[in-house]
């Protein structure tokens, strides 16, 4: 037991030993001399600057203190945040045994100016602790003297909050202490205190930069800030990872970003660069990155104004990799639609059988009779009476067939319109949500520009969001075939001068001719090989049933636009049913059956 | 004067039954029409038709109905069928029965006489 003690003491004087410093000799030859202090301190810092560890600070500091001070020996203990509990205990002239035993000591702060060093320093309790430690106890009784424990200082942060503890013990209490001893140990407590909240805020620094760094890797996120006046970007080589930059090549500007962004969303890119310079506030966006090994990487990115000082404006920019996620959302999108296709496909695949039925019956009558009747009229002599007959029978089954596309029309236009104050904004910004993905599968970059404060109309929201699903759906497969330009698909929202709200949809797909402009909102008027040539003519009649206009227009660049204008919710009292909208849309629709019929 | 062939035409739905006999006798035969394949059944024209024309889908007993009755009775009448409802694996399954042809409605005359012409020839 004895000899186990023994060796932890000189154990410990020998691990004290390895880390002595060749000032220590001159201190210790020098002892009745006050001692450089900022010496120390510039020693001590250079180990900080080491980033040695705290314990190994603390310690040599002591032993600088043990060397200036004959027979005295100097320890500190670390407390815990609260300061109520020493947590560790640092020295290198104490037994470690000794030491061990005052982790985890609490410690009690006694607010007594009596007690104190000073006004404002409270006075120490180290409880239940001893005094004195009897040194010989440990060692070999009777051949060492005991050391006794001669003062307790607090060591103190800038604001105050307890640190930790400077303990100072005497081998002879009763010897006579150097006279620089009192000026001596708040000089020490405050280097004690540099370093401890330096290492401590260091060690804090070291921890959120892990943290984030690992967040940064966990959410394949990162993050910069960007100087707008000089371009300037300081980021964290995550940031190269992500851009797939290489090591080498830290951005400063934003121009090697710039260069990575996939050609398709570069002008988005550029667009929201320049509204960024022009000091937009937060922004966010999606683009796509063109990256040298593999296919495409998507990015989102956040950016957030931070300080303008001084004209400096500056976003904190955060930019995640939402590729597996967008991956995921694509094969969900591809199954969604699929199935809508199916669905889509079997639904009419049924319809049509259901119309072919009910239609072909009667058809087949008038095709029999219509034969039979020339028939009858090319004999010798001709059966008039026959011929008129079969005419009459014609006429009946011809009246039959038109009979069955009633029934139909009332079928489909049985739900009647209900009619409310509506946000034109929220109602594109739903259909949008909606036809998202459509719109991406055909790959159309979508631009949205809704006007603020944008008053409400007053309408059918479902027969509104039906007209613009269907602009948005007719300007995708408009652009399904332009490979050469950018689908870009552009939804604007404004107040007209005539207090009306205007919707147009912008696309740069195939347009139209000048000449096709008036056959375009024709039933049955259709330039996709697929379609049936509804869409536009059923669009019209639900705007013009909330006292709107819809129209086309070609751009001047490659593509058309499509916008509809409707009365403001105050001037659209106007609009008394929209009921009205099942008589108009049967009109046309009759009118139409009435024309094929001629 | 040369007796005419019997056309016998089955189809639930009235124009057909007033439209293609009027035609069939000016194309020179001499038709009975029916309502549904039950009355067909019951008539007693079965053994005199040489040639039945029958709707695919009619309530109760259907087309393809008659056709395997007939093929059990041992009636040995070339069918061709009419059909307003385009379904391929329906008139792919007649057509292997035996039946002669399998027209959509509406057909022209041309496709009805070219088909009366198959089914004479079989006979």
């Known amino acids: 037991m004895i000899r186990k003690a023994r060796a932890a003491w000189r154990g410990n004087s020998g691990a004290a030993h390895a880390g002595r410093f060749t000032l220590d000799r001159q201190l210790r030859a020098t002892t009745s001399v006050m001692p450089d202090i900022a010496e120390i301190g510039a020693k001590v810092g250079a180990l900080i600057r080491q980033e040695r560890p705290l314990p190994v600070v603390l310690s040599s500091l002591c032993q600088f203190f043990d060397a200036t001070l004959e027979g005295c020996f100097s320890s500190v203990l670390l407390l815990e945040c609260a300061g109520a509990r020493v947590r560790n205990a640092i020295g290198c002239g104490l037994p470690a045994g000794y030491m061990k035993q005052l982790e985890g000591r609490a410690v009690k702060w006694i607010e007594t100016p009596f007690g104190a060093r000073t006004n404002k320093t409270p006075a120490i309790v180290l409880e239940p602790l001893s005094n004195t430690l009897q040194k010989s106890q440990e060692v070999a009784p009777g051949a060492t003297p005991c050391l006794k424990l001669h003062e307790l200082s607090p060591i103190l942060s800038l604001t105050g909050e307890p640190l930790g503890i400077f303990a100072v013990y005497r081998r002879d209490p009763s010897a006579e202490v150097a006279h620089f001893y009192s000026a001596l140990i708040p000089r020490f407590t405050h280097v004690a205190a540099a370093a401890i909240e330096r290492l401590r805020s260091d060690e804090t620094l070291r921890r959120s930069s892990a943290l984030l760094q690992r967040t940064q890797r966990l959410s394949s996120t990162c993050c910069f800030s960007w100087q707008v006046e000089t371009d300037e970007i300081s980021c964290s080589k995550e940031l190269c990872e992500l851009f797939e930059l290489g090591a080498a090549e830290v951005p400063a500007t934003l121009e090697p970003i710039g260069a990575r962004i996939h050609p398709e969303d570069l002008p988005s890119f550029h667009e929201m660069i320049e509204r960024a310079r022009r000091g937009m506030n937060d922004f966010e966006f999606e683009c796509r990155l063109h990256v040298p090994a593999n296919s495409s990487k998507y990015l989102r990115v956040v950016a957030q104004q931070t300080a303008r000082q001084q004209g400096q404006l500056e976003y904190i920019v955060v930019v995640q990799d939402v590729t597996q996620r967008r991956r995921t959302e694509e094969a969900l999108a591809k199954l969604r639609a699929e199935l809508a296709r199916t669905a889509r496909v079997t639904s009419l695949g049924v319809l049509t059988a259901a119309i072919a039925h009910e239609v072909n019956q009667p058809l087949a009558g008038i095709v029999t009779n219509a034969s039979t009747c020339r028939r009858m009229l090319a004999i010798d002599p001709p059966d008039l009476e026959g011929a008129r007959e079969t005419a009459r029978r014609t006429i009946r089954d011809a009246e039959r067939a038109s009979e069955v596309v009633k029934r139909l029309r009332a079928l489909f236009y049985k739900k009647g319109a209900v009619s409310e104050l509506l946000d034109l904004n929220e109602a594109a910004r739903e259909v949008l949500a909606l036809s998202r993905s459509e719109l991406e599968r055909n790959k159309v970059i979508v631009r949205t520009d809704l006007g603020g404060e944008l008053p409400p109309v007053l309408g059918d929201r479902v027969q509104l969001q039906q007209v613009i699903l269907n602009l948005f759906l007719n300007a995708s497969d408009a652009m399904s075939g332009v490979d050469d330009r950018p689908r870009q698909l552009v939804i604007r929202t404004e107040r007209d001068e005539a207090d009306r709200v205007r919707l147009s949809v912008r696309d740069t797909g195939v347009g139209f001719e000048p000449q096709e402009v008036d056959r375009l909102f024709d039933e049955f008027y259709t330039t996709k090989s697929d379609g049936m040539g509804i869409g536009l003519s059923v669009s019209r009649s639900i705007v013009e049933c909330h006292k709107g206009r819809l129209w086309a227009t070609p751009n001047d660049g490659p593509g058309a636009t499509f916008s509809f204008s409707i009365p403001c919710g105050r001037s659209a009292a106007a609009v008394r049913s929209l009921g009205a909208f099942r008589t108009s849309v049967a009109g046309a629709v009759d009118h139409h059956v009435g024309s094929r019929r001629q | ?123």
């Open chain 2, 1 to 123: 004067m040369v007796e005419r062939p019997l056309v016998s035409v089955v189809d639930d739905d009235e124009s057909v039954r007033e439209s293609l006999p009027d035609l069939l006798r000016e194309l020179g035969y001499s038709v009975r029409a029916f309502s549904s394949a039950e009355a067909f059944l019951e008539s007693d024209c079965l053994g005199e038709t040489r040639c039945l024309i029958l709707d695919i889908a009619m309530p109760g007993m259907t087309g393809p109905d008659l056709q395997h009755e007939l093929a059990v009775r041992g009636q040995e009448i070339p069918i061709i069928f009419i059909t307003a409802l385009a379904d391929e694996t329906v008139c792919t399954r007649v057509l292997e029965q035996g039946a002669v042809q399998c027209l959509l409605k509406p057909f022209s005359e041309t496709a009805l006489f070219e088909a009366l012409n198959a089914a004479f020839r079989v006979t």
